[in-house]
């Protein structure tokens, strides 16, 4: 049923990875078939429930976006359609239905160990650093900055990336020593390229990118865009409308999620790793309306799952 909600899959394909969220699969040696799940993660941990319609969203979205930044950057995304792919592959043919509008099929890419943030707003773990120390990955910031606070210029700040555990802020040098000082300055170049596009892009359409992470790897000598593209999960969008320093900003995003997840911290009822609490039905409810808000927002359409390909 086409937008039924899917916590797992098993596919008559050879397994490539299970991420926090997407289950990959191997097409042949050029190609995977990336399948967005219903599953939800924050803090890096995966929660129990899921999220209604958030898999389809991350991959129409990501798709959307990809369209709009071809004169920017290249990158892996062949396609979003099902049938081609069942066609292809008629083992697939029972899962169909279940898996219309979650699919993207990509280029397999050498893919770089490092996520690339930019951060145009001081929030989230920026912001308890700055807070706790002055710092953004033990560089000093200016003083006197608020949370929520613009950062101009935006920040470019690489991190870690972990499939479990916590993902870490590391300084531009480190980043460097890691894939080489060369495919860092390309990375930084076009981690600013994109987020400048992206945010020039949202503003028009009342949002504000607070920050976002993009992913990166390489195929035929050349470096291209992978993974999901500013999505709820892989961004903080705010509402522009309401934004004022000072304060957590309302979003568009999975902070709803985030502030529930906090609340059962400070209150010591989790300790920010897995097992996660169990989520209220109102906080999965008000997240998936969220993901939804923010593709009708940012892509001008409302969701409409019986026209997905």
């Known amino acids: 049923m086409i937008g039924a909600v899917i916590a797992t899959t098993t596919l008559p394909l050879r397994p490539h990875r299970r991420g926090k969220v997407r289950d990959v699969y191997e097409l042949d040696d050029d190609r995977l078939l990336i399948v967005a799940t219903d599953r939800v ?3 890096d941990v995966v929660m129990r429930e899921t999220v209604p319609f958030k898999g389809i969203v991350l991959t129409q979205l990501t798709a959307w976006w990809l369209r709009q930044l071809e004169p920017i950057v290249a990158h892996h995304m062949l396609g979003t359609a099902i049938d081609p792919i069942v066609d292809e592959y008629p083992a697939l043919g029972p899962h169909r ?5 979650r699919i993207m099929v990509s280029r397999r890419t050498d893919v770089f160990p490092v996520e690339c943030v ?3 707003y001081l929030s989230g773990s920026a912001w308890k650093e700055y807070l706790a120390a002055g710092t ?3 560089e000093a910031l200016p003083a006197g900055l608020l949370e929520s606070s613009r950062l101009d210029p935006s920040i470019f700040s690489p991190a870690t990336k972990a499939e479990s555990g916590h993902d870490e802020n590391i300084t531009i040098g480190q980043m460097a020593s890691v894939v080489g000082a060369r ?3 390309e990375l930084e170049r076009l981690s600013r390229a994109i987020y400048d596009f992206a945010c020039r892009t949202a503003e028009p359409r009342g949002i504000i990118i607070a920050d976002t992470k993009f992913e990166f790897g390489r195929v035929g000598g050349k470096t291209i865009l992978i993974d999901e593209v500013l999505t709820p ?3 903080r969008f705010w509402p522009a409308d309401q934004y004022a320093p ?4 309302p979003s568009y995003d999975k902070q709803p999620l985030r502030d529930y997840l906090d609340g059962e911290r400070k209150a010591g009822r989790w300790n920010g790793d897995s097992p996660p609490p169990d989520l209220p039905e109102a906080v999965v409810a008000a997240t998936s309306a969220r993901y939804l808000d923010a593709f009708r927002r940012i892509t001008g359409a409302p969701l409409d799952v019986t026209t997905l390909p």
Do not use: H, K, V, Y
């Open 246 to 249: 000072g304060r957590p900003q």
């Open 233 to 235: 999960d892989s961004s």
């Open 183 to 185: 495919e860092a300055s």
């Open 41 to 43: 993660s924050a803090f």
């Open 97 to 101: 239905e279940i898996l219309r509008g």
């Open 136 to 138: 953004l990955a033990g």
């Open 118 to 120: 930019m951060r145009g």
